[in-house]
């Protein structure tokens, strides 16, 4: 059932068994598995069906920090405030977090996952239809022996979703569930909790005119994005003036994002057409989705070299960019491969792309979302991002550049001319809209926002759903494995609800 809030006069009470707070992918998830499950539950989402300019500037707010240009509207721009949530402009690119990103690495600070990857499958196996995609239900390093450059590069897959409009996809169901009651231009204002803030009783509502409205419900989830998720929860600080969960001050900090940078050209002479495919998007009949493959450097080179995780993605280049590419630069590429690889007889079509690494951020205490003074329309106070990138993250991306362009070279099979240098990766660095690590989960309370449940410390019936909770980012996108911790958390739920 699908309640728009500017239809009702205002001070309505709803009731149900979980109250959502954001309707995106994990959200909707969330509910859908809950209500098919015959629970009750409340879905407050801030916006409607299409894009509002009056809601979309709750999101503003003062920025800084290592990526953050003048004027670049990080905080309004890279989030998207209706129904579906940040689904409506995903690029659809799925895959699971590596194993390595849950496991504790000595040269990266504050791992603090609870869970292994081992543990996270069956939920992935089962996230994989919602987002229109395949199971991963192969082994990486069997399925790219054959395009291993030697025991350092590796290929592994994305598989690329149509990309899932979760607003689009699944409205009709839920508008069908009378259990489910979603409630548009609905904003969380604020949680009523006990005298210790120790348990939520209810929530309290907004439309943008200040129209009030309540829910109860015994279970609570936040699932508004990775910065939202922090700025609700210090905002509630009426019990608690640091906000609620931030007992030890750790709400909000550790912000990251996914940095990426065109680091080159890369070249491929008397490349082979059917493996240089693998390296763009094809649709693949047999999964129904399309599968691209990316570089990267292998699990326990990452270890022996103690770099974080990266992958690199190529973008062939079209003929016409081709022709702008510096001829003098492609011959002689060109010409070195010729003298040094032994060319085949048969030689197909060189290959011409930009090499694009997507890279890890290490996890920063000191990168973090706070409030600031300013308010919003609803009276409430504005986020405010300080984004914080190490050495580390800069030193990582060119070392993983470098050592494909250095492999490519030692086993005859290509070239890499850089772009990219230390003095200016920042300035050609962009992000990818992968906010993450602001209530990040450990099972110490003392290092972690909630547990391995995704339950806040310290308050028995409230919930986080999202990346925010991720303690480490890896390199893939994070939209699959939101998915697997929405169903895991459904699954704790329903568990919880039943007793």
Known sequence: MLIDLRELAGNERFEADVCIVGAGAAGISLARELGAAGRSVVVLESGGFEYEQATQALYDGPESGTLIRPGSKYLASTRLRLFGGTTNHWNGWCRPLDRETFTLRPWVDDVGWPLTREQLDPFYDRAAPLAQISPFDYDDATASQKLRLDNVIETVYFHVSPPTRFGLLYREELERRPRVQVLLHANLRRFETDREARHVTSAEARRLDGAAFTVRARHFVLAAGGIENARLLLANSDVRPEGLGNDHDLVGRYFMDHPHVRVGYLTFPYWDQLVARIYDPVYVESRRNSICGVMRVDSDQQIKRQLLNAVVVLDRLTKTDIRFLDADIARSVTDQLMLGANPPENRGKTYFGWATVHGEQTPNRDSRVTLDDEVDALGMRRAKLDWRLRDRDARNLLATARLLAERLGANGRGRMRFVASEDDLWERTQWSYHHAGT??????????????????????????????????????????????????????LQGRLAN
């Open 439 to 492: 209530t990040r989960m450990h099972p110490d309370p003392k290092r972690g926002v909630v547990d391995a449940d995704c339950r806040v410390h310290g308050i028995d019936n409230l919930y986080v759903a999202g990346n925010s909770v991720f303690p480490t980012c890896g390199s893939s996108n994070p939209t699959l494995t939101i998915l697997a911790l929405a169903l895991r958390l459904s699954d704790h």
